[in-house]
């Protein structure tokens, strides 16, 4: 399993249950691809250095997780198509642990 994290940039206008309704939606899609949420990070309201989507402030969310690569995909596959959110990206952490076999 690798180690992924994807920061999400949420709309201003949304309210906590809207932002919450996102996060769960997202965490049933690392759940049905057979991964593990580790962390989620509220960072909360910040300035923008430019406008996007005419709004100077936005929300962010980071989402640390592990799974497979196909997780990654499907996850932003999802978050492309869900409304209120306007920027992602996500990056490898960490590379597939070794197996105990591989190690010795």
């Known amino acids: 399993?690798?180690?992924?994290?994807?920061?999400?940039?949420?709309?201003?206008?949304?309210?906590?249950?809207g932002r919450e309704e996102i996060l769960t939606a997202l965490t049933a899609v690392i759940e049905r691809e057979h991964?593990?949420?580790?962390?989620?990070?509220?960072?909360?309201?910040?300035?923008?250095?430019?406008?996007?989507?005419?709004?100077?402030?936005?929300?962010?969310?980071?989402?640390?997780?592990?799974g497979a690569g196909s997780l990654v995909a499907e996850l932003e596959r999802n978050i492309r198509i869900t409304d209120g959110i306007y920027k992602f990206t996500s990056v490898l952490l960490e590379e597939a642990t070794p197996k105990a076999e591989e190690a010795a």
């Open 1 to 17: 399993m690798r180690k992924y994290e994807t920061l999400l940039l949420l709309s201003p206008e949304l309210a906590t249950e």
């Open 35 to 66: 991964g593990s949420l580790l962390e989620t990070d509220h960072w909360g309201m910040r300035d923008l250095a430019y406008p996007v989507r005419k709004h100077m402030r936005g929300y962010y969310v980071r989402l640390v997780y592990t």
